[in-house]
């Protein structure tokens, strides 16, 4: 391992034992078959005990692999974004990485002290004061108590709680909370840092002055592993980054190009389907994007989105499309049904298919997705299909007078209908 | 750059970490600040607080000293006062109930410290056990009253003390260790701990001297642990009144030094999955 390089890892794969409840089974029904499931369940965990084994749940049991194959360089000093969706093994790494869980293959050479972040105020006692979690806080995340006294203050003037630190922390708002959690975590000074999604706190005064935070933790030559979803964090604290995808790395190299590459994977979804769940509540089982039209006034683009949704009775409801960028900030939100009196957006029981209609002649152009929600109008969500769809908006839909705007100047994805005149 | 490397750290399946012990030296303040966070909340919004480590002790000695000492009318060690032997008695017991059902719990208890952060999981069940020791160390103002009100002077033996008090640390560390880890996998060990306690309390000599146990028996008597830590503690605070049976003391130490070995042997083959099965 050359001097340069903090984090070395060779073909590590880490497997967690799942168990399903096995299809063919009948439902409960009759009392002997609830017996006889029981008998046979607690005959196959005494075994298990006395073999060893963790209990799992349900009758057939699966080995899932989180991690697999996975190998890759950190160069000391480096700030490296892990991307990827949800479930592809970004927080099990970290966790393998901390040492908080064993790797089942492969091989991890590390080179300094790590101190990893996986949640804010891991350890916080409700009971305590703000002054005695920030040392609790501080010794569970490896610091001394002679480095959290020389930090002390700086703390929480960071976390802006000096009024209310001989307060118990269950009396705190959960902002107040957070941020006394951050603080803490913002001051500590190892060598190599592992900081899972925990931007994604307080509110965007707050976040804004933690990514600040954290752009000075990433000048100051500490080796950091970052995990977000928040692409635009990514590619402002990040030189390289990795992409993971289903346990396995998909891309690594520079942040650009893994964060577009991250995009292509989400892409080629036009269109979406499921079968029907059993659950009582209205859900998506089909989208797609139809096309993108012209309008009939000029310059004006219509998205058209089918939907189909499925409900165990009639029901209104609100449908809903959320539109995010390539870099998955939201920009733009339509819901359908809510605002009517008499909602057209009725349910029978079984399927209803629907067409939506958007106008998106304001957008900029390139790629989008659509996350697809129903819910109770205006009240509690149904469901919710998170970038189930996307579409690309390309300069053919613009053949128009108006000069195309496009997303990869990065000035934003919306442009604004504006006029100006002069005054005097 | 600086010119000191630092060491490089392996991680494998599989292999033993090599600098554990070390490792649990560099955490040493995580350790007192577990502790003394269980002690800052131990007795949070209560009305009487501390004083409750005093009640309960007090209580069960008064019940004690009239059920075997009057009723049953049970004989005393030597010349001492009845009351004064139960409660010498009592002492090493509520700390190894206690100690024993804190650690077992610790670790279910610390669940989300320990799939979020890593430390040498061995902190958390010592670090257990030490705040019971607090409510031990509480609770020896009654017997400091008690020795006063019967004006009796505790000899030599007294010194010996501390070397008892580590025993009955031990002891229940052991059993605490093995369970704690287990309680992880299989939450049945949960509920056998009360059952322990509580079941413990009769068969160890709380309310009576172990000198009631007939002279056959009395070998066997000191399988239990227990035995052994409070004839020991007997022995040291009582003195000469209070006689010492060597070889079942001497069997006690071996069972508790048994069950040390087997605690730590679970414990550490168990600690790396604990984050993953917790």
Not at chain 1, 202 to 230: I, P, W, Y
Request: hydrophobic letters at 45%.
């Amino acid at each position: 391992m050359s001097a340069d390089i903090a984090i070395s890892v060779e073909n590590l794969g880490k497997s967690y034992f799942v168990g399903h409840q096995s299809s063919r089974e009948e439902r409960y029904t009759a009392l002997r078959d609830v017996i006889a499931r029981n008998v046979k369940s607690l005959a196959r965990k005494t075994r298990d005990m006395f073999s060893g084994r963790p209990i799992v749940q349900g009758d057939e049991v699966e080995e899932f692999w989180a991690l697999k194959g996975v190998s890759f360089e950190v160069r000391r000093g480096d700030v490296v974004g892990v991307i990827g969706r949800n479930g592809a093994g970004k927080s099990t790494l970290l966790k393998v990485l901390s040492r908080i869980t064993e790797p089942t293959a492969g091989r991890i050479r590390i080179r300094g002290r790590v101190a990893s972040l996986l949640e804010v105020g891991t350890g916080f006692h409700p009971e305590l004061t703000g002054r005695e979690n920030i040392f609790l806080n501080g010794a569970i995340l490896g610091m001394t108590r002679a480095e959290i006294r020389t930090k002390f203050d700086e703390i929480v003037a960071f976390a802006e709680v000096e009024r209310f630190l001989d307060t118990p922390v269950k009396r705190y708002s959960s902002g107040m909370y957070v941020r006394l959690a951050f603080a803490v975590a913002a001051h500590l000074e190892p060598e190599i840092l592992v900081v899972d999604e925990v931007l994604a706190v307080g509110d965007s005064e707050f976040q804004k002055k933690c990514l600040g935070k954290m752009k000075d933790v990433a000048g100051h030559g500490r080796t950091v592993l970052f995990v977000s979803h928040n692409l635009a964090a990514v590619r402002a604290l990040c030189r390289t980054s990795l992409l993971l995808s289903a346990g396995r790395l998909a891309a690594s190299g520079e942040s650009g190009a893994v964060i577009a590459s991250y995009a292509d994977q989400q892409d080629g979804s036009a269109s979406f389907s499921r079968s029907p769940l059993s659950i009582e509540r209205p859900h998506v089982i089909a989208a797609s994007v139809v096309d993108i039209t012209e309008g009939q006034q000029s310059a004006q683009r219509l998205l058209k989105v089918r939907v189909t949704a499925h409900s165990s009775r009639p029901m209104s409801v609100e449908i809903s499309a959320l539109v995010r960028d390539n870099a998955g900030a939201p920009i733009g939100f339509a819901p359908v049904g809510s605002l009517m009196k008499r909602s057209p957006a009725q349910l029978s029981e079984g399927s209803t298919t629907f067409l939506m209609t958007l106008d998106v002649s304001s957008l900029a152009l390139g790629q989008y997705s659509l996350t697809m929600q129903i819910g109770r109008p205006l009240g509690e969500m149904f469901d919710s299909c998170p970038d189930c769809l996307s579409f690309d908006l390309g300069s053919e839909h613009f053949s128009e007078v108006m000069s195309p705007f496009r997303q990869d100047w990065h000035v934003g994805s919306v442009l604004f209908a504006s006029t100006i005149e002069r005054v005097q | 750059m600086s010119a000191s490397q630092p060491e490089v750290l392996v991680i494998e399946p599989g292999i033993a970490d090599r600098h554990y012990w070390q490792d649990l030296w560099r955490f040493r303040e995580l350790f007192y600040v577990l502790a003394w966070r269980d002690i800052a909340v131990r007795y949070k919004q209560t009305i009487i607080g501390v004083a409750w480590a005093l009640i309960r002790p007090f209580l069960t000695m008064i019940v004690f000293t009239i059920v075997f000492g009057r009723l049953a009318k049970l004989p005393t060690e030597g010349a001492v006062p009845y009351a004064l032997m139960v409660f010498a008695g009592l002492l090493p017991w509520q700390f190894f109930s206690t100690a024993l059902s804190e650690s077992s719990a610790s670790l279910i208890g610390n669940a989300n410290l320990i799939s979020k952060v890593y430390f040498p999981r061995l902190i958390v069940p010592t670090a257990a056990v030490v705040v019971s020791f607090v409510d031990f160390l509480i609770s020896f103002v009654i017997l400091i009253a008690l020795l006063a009100w019967y004006r009796f002077l505790p000899g030599w033996h007294i010194v010996t003390l501390p070397l008892f008090v580590l025993m009955a640390f031990l002891a229940s560390l052991g059993p605490g260790l093995w369970i704690t880890a287990l309680n992880v996998k299989y939450r049945d060990f949960r509920y056998v701990i009360p059952f322990i306690v509580q079941f413990g309390l009769y068969v160890s000599p709380v309310g009576f001297s172990s000198s009631v146990v007939p002279e056959e028996w009395r070998l066997l008597y000191s399988l239990n642990p227990v035995v052994g830590v409070i004839d020991g503690f007997r022995w040291a605070i009582l003195g000469r009144q209070s006689t010492l049976y060597l070889p079942g003391f001497l069997l006690s130490c071996g069972v508790i030094v048994f069950f040390l070995w087997l605690g730590i042997r679970q414990f550490r083959g168990m600690e790396k999955t604990f984050a993953d099965l917790v």
